[in-house]
């Protein structure tokens, strides 16, 4: 089957697919949603877990929609060979090897680089391609806190706490996906590619944002605030009658609609008058409002907080998000046919644009499966094809 862009912004880009377990193939599940031919370049001895476990697991379905695969031993000189005959007309190439890997591999930047001055080639790191801990193995976690996110994350006095995501993998690989579009945009004018880099502990930080800004601007080191919003107060989880329920007063004029709703006096209180008491007596303050909010179902507050203007809204678990209609009708559960699995449903885009689309064309292929194929539109014969499979090259 010829390659079908999921989306018409990205179809005339091919892009190579190195990646492995997560924050590569979330960039370049960004690439082939939005049209690009994608070319998931997998090893023969590739292991399940490297790819995001069980192909037919709900992770790995949801990471490589969209996209074809084909066998390539890099290993050998000949399969090295094969993917760079491949890269002399690709547009993209992206990577989240060791920063030593391709190198030893021969399919460095520069060296395809040589090949393709218009090529475009991502790298996606622990840490970054050099520098004293380069040459690191990067994990999630570990860059959640080496990146601070686990000293502000929990409750006071419970200790470090990641949070619930692979959050710097997933950033890491939006960011790669902004580089290679920016890159993409840049070889308009220059007619060159480059070579976009970015790391978890990079991604990490830069998330971090006002939090970061606190200590380089004001040498204030962020704390751990569990629910409570670090400066909008009073910002948390509040109890109701049937659950919880999270209220959010950015502003003066916020606050003072939650006190006139809430109507207990003890709100009118100095303590509370301005954002600065309100944050220096934020413990008794969110008692207060506990009490009262825990007087009525969670169903009852959504309602009339949201008509008064009060920024507000139910605490979901998973099942719940996608049962509810706002979520519906964004469309962010999307239908696939599974190959491993028959008829189901992968997280949709959260992108949406007046024209283009992003669809779900392609459910995540078999190992190899489109190898013969692509081989072909690439110029090789038919007797060059079966001779690069009995030699394990493919």
Same mark, same amino acid.
């Given at each position: 089957m010829p390659f079908e862009p999921a989306s018409d912004i990205l179809s005339d880009?091919?892009?190579?697919?190195?990646?492995? #377990?997560?924050? /590569?193939?979330t960039c370049?599940?960004?690439?082939a949603d939005w049209g690009a031919n994608v070319i998931k370049i997998e090893n023969p001895d590739t292991? /399940? @877990?490297?790819?995001?476990g069980s192909r037919q697991g709900s992770d =790995?379905?949801?990471? $490589?929609r969209n996209k074809r695969s084909m066998v390539l031993n890099l290993k050998d000189p000949d399969g090295v060979a094969i993917f760079k005959t491949m890269a002399a007309t690709a547009d993209?190439?992206?990577?989240?090897?060791?920063?030593? #890997?391709? =190198?030893?591999? /021969?399919?460095d930047y520069e060296t395809l680089r040589a090949i393709n001055p218009r090529i475009v080639y991502a790298s996606i790191s622990g840490f970054g391609q050099d520098g004293p801990l380069a040459g690191r193995p990067g994990f999630d976690q570990i860059a959640q806190g080496m990146g601070g996110l686990m000293s502000i994350t929990g409750t006071p006095g419970e200790g470090p706490m990641r949070v619930g995501i692979p959050i710097a993998d997933l950033t890491a690989g939006g960011f790669a996906a902004q580089g290679v579009l920016l890159a993409l945009l840049g070889r308009e004018k220059t007619g060159e590619g480059q070579w976009v880099q970015t790391s978890l502990l990079q991604a990490q930080i830069a998330m971090l944002d006002f939090q970061a800004a606190?200590?380089?601007?004001? @040498?204030? #080191?962020?704390?751990?605030?569990g629910n409570d919003h670090p400066t909008s107060i009073p910002t948390g989880v509040f109890t109701t009658s049937d659950g919880y329920i999270n209220i959010a007063c950015a502003g003066q004029h916020i606050w003072l609609r939650l006190k006139d709703e809430l109507a207990d006096p003890r709100m009118d209180h100095k303590d509370y008058a301005d954002q600065p008491s309100r944050s220096k007596n934020r413990v008794p303050l969110n008692a207060i409002i506990n009490e009262n909010t825990s007087q009525k179902s969670t169903g009852y507050w959504v309602a009339r907080l949201a008509e008064i203007g009060v920024p507000c809204g139910e605490i979901n678990n998973i099942q719940q998000v996608f049962e509810n209609p706002q979520v519906q009708h964004l469309g962010m559960a999307r239908d696939v046919v599974s190959q491993e699995r028959g008829p189901s449903q992968i997280v949709g885009q959260p992108i949406k644009m007046s024209r283009s689309q992003a669809e779900i064309r392609r459910p995540p292929?078999?190992? /190899?499966? $489109?190898?013969?194929?692509?081989?072909a539109e690439f110029g090789y014969s038919d007797d060059e094809i079966g001779s690069f499979a009995s030699r394990g090259i493919t």
């Open positions: 880009y091919t892009v190579l697919d190195l990646t492995r #377990v997560r924050s /590569g193939p370049v599940r960004q690439l292991a /399940g @877990s490297d790819m995001g =790995f379905q949801n990471l $490589h993209v190439v992206v990577e989240n090897y060791r920063p030593d #890997v391709k =190198f030893r591999l /021969g399919i606190r200590w380089l601007m004001d @040498s204030d #080191v962020p704390k751990q605030a292929p078999t190992k /190899g499966q $489109h190898t013969a194929e692509i081989l």
